[in-house]
């Protein structure tokens, strides 16, 4: 009984570290940010750890997020027009997101959680979901560059 009562408050207090580590992000979806570039995730690369959480705010309307390539083992997400998503990253890796409304104007973003084990997919993904952009799919090039 001592052993078992032992276990769950270890369990408790390591529950309690991992939560009180985590950090949330704000990641803003914007019709235009403060440079005038159009249909932009603010910041449209972020690092991250594992078990952070990442709120996407419908800053303006008629904006949503989908993932469009995760790390294996990770949940995909899907956001409703223009309503606030919060996700939990459990896996580290680079996930590729877009506005499905505004990718064709490169509305496209990166996160990096911990190391970046699938990069080399990523990049592959990004290939894909970038070609036929109308613009801003340099975007998803430099937004890549900043994984390390």
């Known amino acids: 009984m001592r052993k078992i009562v032992s276990t769950l408050a270890l369990t408790s207090a390591l529950m309690f570290t991992v939560s009180a580590n985590a950090a949330e992000h704000v990641i803003k979806m914007l019709d235009s940010d403060a440079d005038g570039n159009i249909m932009m995730f603010e910041p449209a690369f972020i690092k991250v750890n594992k078990g952070d959480t990442i709120k996407f705010i419908s800053t303006d309307p008629g904006h949503n997020n989908i993932s469009r390539h995760i790390p294996e083992g990770a949940k995909n997400w899907k956001g409703e027009v223009s309503h606030d998503v919060t996700i939990t990253v459990d896996e580290e890796g680079v996930y590729l997101y877009e506005c499905d409304l505004h990718k064709f104007l490169g509305m496209v973003g990166v996160i990096q959680v911990g190391e970046a084990k699938n990069l080399a997919a990523a990049k592959v993904a ?7 952009m109308a613009m801003g799919a340099e975007r998803m090039t430099d937004y890549l560059s900043r994984v390390k």
């Open 126 to 132: 990004a290939d894909k979901l970038t070609a036929g």
